[in-house]
Nanobody, 125 residues
């Protein structure tokens, strides 16, 4: 089970850190991801990380602004978001799956089997 938190209202240029708490066992081949869905748009990939920590992927739109990380002791995945822009406004979801290191395996929403409830991020201009 995944529980996302940390969303809120922030001004453009500001920062937020999202957190995703995972219950149950997490194995080294788990992939944890963040996706987002803006009003009227399809869900899109944001970032993902192999639980072992050696591989990460980012969407081009967030590269150099967002950082995904995980805390093995706390079973948490974080998304540090900086230089936020109004176009980053969306509901952010954390998700998990087992296996895979390819771009497709770690970024395609349809391959993720477990999803959290989402946390709303609103960036005002």
């Amino acid at each position: 089970q995944l529980q996302a938190s940390g969303g809120g209202l922030v001004q453009a240029g500001g920062s937020l850190r999202l957190s995703c708490a995972a219950s149950g066992s997490i194995f080294s081949d788990h992939v944890m991801g963040w996706f987002r869905q803006a009003p009227g748009k399809e869900r899109e990939f944001v970032a993902s990380i192999k639980w072992s920590g050696y591989r990460t992927y980012y969407a081009d739109s967030v590269k150099d602004r967002f950082t995904i990380s995980r805390d093995g002791a706390e079973n948490r995945v974080y998304l540090q978001m900086s230089s936020l822009q109004p176009e980053d406004t969306a509901v952010y979801y954390c998700a998990a799956k087992r296996g895979g290191t390819s771009w497709q395996a770690m970024t395609y929403a349809r391959y993720f089997t477990n999803w959290g409830q989402g946390t709303l991020v609103t960036v005002s201009s």
